[in-house]
Each structure stands twice: as C-alpha cells, then as structure tokens.
Nanobody, 111 residues
Framework: VQLVESGGGLVQPGGSLRLTCAAS????????MSWYRQAPGKERELVAA????????NYVNSVKGRFTISRDNAKNTVYLEMNSLRPEDTAVYYC?????WGQGTQVTVSS
C-alpha cells in the first residue's frame, strides 16, 4: 500500500494550491480517504474527508468554504483544492486511508 502526496509549495496569502494523493496497492475506491495536516508544534488534525464514492464530504470548520476535497476513483486519486490560503494553513499535509499514511507534502503560506 502506498499513498503519495504532491502539489505542496510556497504560496502567498490569498493564493491557491491543489494537492494530489495517488493511491496504489489497494482498491482505494472501496474506502473513505482523508487529508490531515500538522503544523509545527501542533497536533495532527483532520482537514477533510470523503466517502468511498465521493457522495459525502466533511471539513474542519477553519477550512469550510475555502477547501474542496474530491476524488477520481478511476485514477485511485484524491485531491484537495485549497483557495484563499492563510498563513495559519501552513503545515505538512498528509493523505490517509485504511490506516495508511503518505509521507506528506509541505504547504507554506507566506508573503
């Protein structure tokens, strides 16, 4: 099982990024998938989750209206579209499913 995140980087406040998580080694379409983040000195928190078929999503309050989670089961891939980014969104973002974690991708929001 492997989850590989990509798409992180440095962006100015108000900017956008799209994170991608490519899953392999299991049939991701059978499982819910989630994005977590961990900022320096803070605990890892759930940012967004999506059901196996994509019909249900949920978000932490701080990103509602700014972030969108989606998935393409034909590609075994989940996305996190992040808009109106704020400095407090700076963190390492992780993909998670069925107890497995990716290696994380750094998102830094700074002017």
């Amino acid at each position: 099982v492997q989850l590989v995140e990509s798409g992180g980087g440095l962006v100015q406040p108000g900017g956008s990024l799209r994170l991608t998580c490519a899953a392999s080694g299991f049939t991701a379409s059978h499982y819910a998938m989630s994005w977590y983040r961990q900022a320096p000195g803070k605990e890892r928190e759930l940012v967004a989750a999506i059901s196996s078929r994509g019909g249900r999503t949920n978000y932490v309050n701080s990103v509602k209206g700014r972030f969108t989670i989606s998935r393409d089961n034909a590609k075994n891939t989940v996305y996190l579209e992040m808009n109106s980014l704020r400095p407090e969104d700076t963190a390492v973002y992780y993909c998670q499913s069925v107890g497995y974690w990716g290696q994380g991708t750094q998102v830094t929001v700074s002017s």
